[in-house]
């Protein structure tokens, strides 16, 4: 269950500071990986064997891809997040690499590339110059032919206007990819943090 006093950020939907996230990370905890989200994996996802869950968190959705075969690399910029990300691969008995980088900054060195890089929850957290920084990075990890699958919240309780809209759609409607699918929804429903949200979703391909 998530921590009420840290989280919503009580600073309301500024940029937190990694030791904030750290403080976050040492006594709170998301639930489970959101259902439908695994369920847009599982239909576009075929014959994958790399991955990158970036802004991993405690890694709910690392594991689940390692569950599924992937060698997977958890990214994230707070050593403990990946302490428990390691620890909750470790207690499902599924391997996770862990890498701890900050891809709100401005330059991330892409040396490896994945077949697929999943991210949720994390462009809400972000700057608007951050943002743009992370979408950069998410783009240049995905291998040609491989997907990026992108789970963002526009509004969190009552937080106002976070990820604005169209914009990540945006990002992906040109020539190197091509949209498998997108989603913005346009009414607030309890999520499995158990609190209100109004998610986007988008599966893109990279053209080879």
């Given at each position: 269950m998530r921590n009420i006093r840290l989280w919503p950020p009580p600073e309301g939907s500024g940029t937190q500071t990694r030791a904030w996230w750290e403080s976050f990370w040492e006594s709170s905890n998301f639930g489970p990986p959101s259902p439908g989200l695994l369920e847009l994996y599982d239909r576009f996802v075929d014959g994958a064997s790399t991955a990158a869950d970036v802004g991993c968190g405690n890694g709910r959705?690392?594991?689940?891809?390692?569950?599924?075969?992937?060698?997977?690399t958890a990214v994230d910029f707070s050593v403990v997040a990946l302490e428990r990300a390691r620890a909750n691969a470790a207690t499902a008995a599924v391997k996770v690499n862990t890498r701890c980088l900050d891809v709100a900054a401005d330059s991330v060195v892409a040396d490896v590339l994945f077949d697929v890089v999943l991210s949720s929850g994390l462009l809400e957290e972000l700057s608007p110059s951050g943002r743009a920084n992370a979408l950069r990075h998410i783009s240049t990890w995905t291998r040609p032919g491989g997907l990026t699958v992108l789970r963002y919240c526009l509004d969190i309780d009552g937080r106002g206007p976070l990820v604005p809209r169209g914009i990540v759609r945006a990002y992906y409607d040109n020539a190197d990819w091509e949209i498998l699918f997108a989603e913005e929804r346009t009414q607030a429903k309890v999520s499995h943090g158990g609190f209100m949200a109004c998610t986007g979703t988008l599966v893109a391909r990279r053209r080879v």
């Open positions: 959705y690392a594991v689940e891809l390692a569950l599924r075969g992937l060698t997977v």
